[in-house]
């Protein structure tokens, strides 16, 4: 039988004081139980200690344990870790935040990408297809003159060739010439320019051959001769594939307004037949239009240089005091150059109502894609940026890490966000493709939706050939791009683009 002084030494005030204060004091939770026989101390679930010979204390405050005959005294654990997060779980919480940071602005870009569809579309319905004609009557005195340099390559023969150098015969436009250059002198292109001249004798027009070698570039050196016969204040550039309407030529020279340096025509094609045409059509009339009216844009006074050199109309006077167009013959992309040129010098640069009808009788998916990639890698040459940007602002990749962002953030599933981003993105097009064309398209849905994916699937690989193989190829030569556009010509022989 316990005596009265062991029992009251177990329930005394002091004995539980000193227990619960050894047990704050180390930093443990312990749980007390009472019973018939005395108080236990038993540590949490949470504390895994074990329990210290009773010499050692905690605190210079700590009361006498508690003791008896069946209690033998204890020791509260050591003191554990410091309380807070650890380094690992520091690091996990900054990725996530991260993680949410690029998320968010993944979802910016693509929404930024959905107001480009818009303004495209609200631009090109209120600016394309709507002719300025310019005020003839006062005959070649009351009219600025046009020279327009047509560089010709026969060979292989493009057999809409003369339907398509005849429509330039036929232009309604009081004052201009035709300055046809062909680079070789049995060139087959010779014989179709001649029986045009004879058919419209009206037309002042000549020919030249041979050209005069200035630089790299074979298209300066082919129209070279051309530009030093030039008479007129207007200078165009106009390649062989173009078809002209009766009134281009006017529209053009209407946008010319006296802070104007260059006017050019957006590309797009004509309608053929077969399903390469098809292809070209919706490239021109979709990715490549919406970029092109975007950049064009008056009120946001963008002022991007997007030229191209297929149609484009110029102030002479502005290229001669470059020393003339032989000044841009290192380089290959010269309708860039042009354009940058005469942008730097104050002037501005417009797009004509009315697209470049791109009319070439040959058309294959080989040579289509070839001339994608060679202008692509023009791009990273010239615009480094390039790199980064071309790639994400198409519509697959753009799509695939905008469903990432929109299961970071919205909780979206993964492929109905992209379906959804897809199906959105190709109706936008539709439409964009129904502005340009000025009506629906000479094909149906399904030809469009297919086209559509192809394009849209190709684009990367594209760009990862022209990333890989920087080396461009222009029929007989092959060039390479130093940064910034300049090009040097190279020994090397790739396949013709």
Request: glycine letters at 8%; hydrophobic letters at 45%; aromatic letters at 12%.
């Amino acid at each position: 039988m316990w005596s009265v002084d062991c029992v009251r030494s177990l329930i005394s005030p002091n004995a539980w004081l000193g227990a619960l204060l050894s047990t704050c004091t180390s930093g443990g939770v312990y749980h007390l139980w009472a019973g018939n026989v005395g108080v236990f101390p038993f540590p949490s679930s949470a504390t895994r200690y074990t329990l210290l010979p009773p010499t050692t204390t905690t605190s210079s405050f700590f009361l006498p344990p508690l003791t008896g005959p069946f209690l033998p005294p204890f020791t509260p654990p050591p003191a554990g870790p410091p309380v807070g997060p650890s380094p690992t779980g520091i690091i996990m919480a900054d990725l996530q935040v991260y993680k949410v940071l690029l998320a968010l602005a993944i979802l910016i870009f693509w929404s930024a990408f959905w107001v480009v569809h818009l303004i495209g579309i609200i631009y090109g319905y209120r600016r394309l297809h709507q002719r300025r004609p310019v005020n003839v009557e006062g005959g070649e005195q009351g009219v600025l003159g046009v020279s327009i340099l047509k560089p010709l390559v026969g060979t292989p023969m493009d057999p809409n060739l003369m339907t398509n150098l005849e429509t330039f015969f036929t232009l309604d436009y009081p004052k201009y010439e035709l300055l046809f250059c062909v680079q070789e002198e049995g060139d087959p292109s010779i014989m179709i320019v001649q029986q045009l001249m004879k058919k419209h004798p009206h037309v002042h027009a000549a020919f030249f051959t041979g050209g005069l070698e200035v630089g790299v570039n074979p298209k300066i050196n082919n129209m070279q001769q051309g530009y030093l016969a030039a008479k007129h204040e207007l200078l165009m550039v106009s390649d062989s594939g173009v078809l002209m309407k009766e009134d281009t030529l006017s529209d053009m020279v209407s946008h010319m307004t006296p802070e104007v340096g260059i006017v050019h025509q957006m590309p797009f094609t004509c309608d053929r037949k077969g399903w390469p045409a098809i292809l070209e059509k919706v490239y021109f009339g979709t990715g490549h239009a919406r970029m092109y009216c975007f950049w064009d844009l008056d009120a946001l006074g963008f002022g991007v240089n997007c030229c191209t050199g297929m149609s484009c109309l110029m102030r002479k006077k502005v290229l001669d005091e470059a020393g003339g167009i032989s000044a841009f013959g290192i380089y290959l992309a010269e309708d860039y150059f042009f354009a940058k040129y005469i942008q730097d010098r104050g002037w501005g640069i417009r797009i004509a109502s009315q697209p470049a009808w791109q009319n070439a009788g040959i058309c294959r998916v080989k040579n289509f894609l070839s001339r994608l990639t060679r202008w692509c890698k023009l791009r990273i040459a010239m615009v480094p940026h390039t790199i980064i940007l071309e790639p994400v602002s198409e519509c697959m990749v753009l799509g695939l890490i905008a469903s990432w962002a929109g299961t970071v953030l919205l909780r979206a599933d993964y492929l109905t966000f992209f379906l959804f981003h897809t199906l959105t993105w190709s109706l936008a097009d539709w439409i964009m493709l129904n502005i340009v064309q000025n009506g629906p398209p000479p094909f149906s849905k399904f030809e469009f939706v297919i086209s559509w994916l192809f394009r849209e699937v190709s684009a990367l690989f594209i760009f990862l050939h022209a990333v890989w193989n920087p080396v461009i190829s222009w029929r007989t030569m092959s060039f390479k791009l130093r940064w910034w556009g300049v090009a040097e010509p190279v020994n090397t022989r790739v396949s013709v683009m």
